[in-house]
């Protein structure tokens, strides 16, 4: 007989539904289901290999991270992006973020290992920054620049900051597909970690921060540009 756990659902249920959480996350993430895309139940059925009722798991899951949007009588669909939910965003990273960047600049300055891995992280930029434009290029650089935000994250001494900032991170990641539409915008990024990796690695937690800053407002600058240009069906220009 199958162990059933709290909640009443077999742990194979659990298990399956944790796996069709975290394929549907990803490809939200890296807008292979763009904002809006329709979710239809028996699709996601045949497509995940799962049974219904992980599928709804899942699901409720992504509701509850603001991922999906379960419609009455429609069912569900990735969320769309709204201009407010995008500012909304940048205003509360922007609140937390520079102070996770102080916290790590202080840890890789009491910390040699801590530092080396920064150091390490900002060679890796620069050898990126001299590579010709492509689409190989521009992932390794995302590759990068997602290690360096975790390492941010790690790095970050107060609990609560670190697991805000962390649950955050789906949100900013679907974005980011936003923002470097513009091949321009991969070339500007790059320089603007290197400046990041340059006041952290010199122990300069102010200039560290506030290149962290600049960062997130050149990013929100793109993105609203880019939406204006062509928003598409997943955004609304009036959210």
């Given at each position: 007989?199958?162990?059933?756990p709290e909640g009443g659902e077999p742990a194979t249920d659990v298990s399956k539904a944790d796996l069709v959480h975290r394929r549907l996350k990803e490809e939200i993430e890296l807008g292979e289901l763009a904002p809006g895309t329709p979710l239809p139940e028996l699709w996601l059925v045949e497509r995940m290999g799962?049974?219904?009722t992980p599928v709804r798991e899942a699901l409720r899951r992504l509701a509850t991270e603001g991922l999906v949007d379960l419609v009455p009588r429609q069912g569900a669909r990735v969320s769309r992006?709204?201009?407010q939910s995008v500012r909304d965003l940048f205003d509360f990273r922007s609140l937390l973020e520079p102070a996770a960047m102080r916290q790590a600049t202080e840890?890789?300055?009491?910390?040699?290992?801590?530092r080396r891995a920064f150091a390490t992280m900002r060679t890796e930029f620069a050898r990126i920054q001299r590579r010709a434009p492509s689409p190989?290029?521009?992932r390794a650089f995302y590759e990068l620049a997602d290690r360096f935000d975790w390492a941010i994250i790690g790095a970050t001494r107060n609990e609560h900051l670190r697991r805000a900032i962390a649950e955050l991170r789906p949100?900013?990641?679907?974005?980011r597909n936003l923002s470097h539409v513009d091949p321009q915008r991969v070339e500007v990024s790059v320089a603007e970690h290197l400046r990041m990796c340059d006041a952290l690695l010199a122990g300069d937690a102010d200039g560290a921060a506030d290149a962290l800053a600049?960062?997130?407002a050149q990013g929100l600058e793109t993105i609203f540009r880019n939406l204006a240009r062509g928003p598409g069906e997943g955004v609304d220009l009036l959210g």
């Open positions: 007989m199958t162990a059933v799962a049974s219904r992006v709204s201009l840890g890789a300055a009491a910390d040699p290992q801590l190989a290029r521009a949100h900013t990641a679907r974005l600049g960062h997130l």
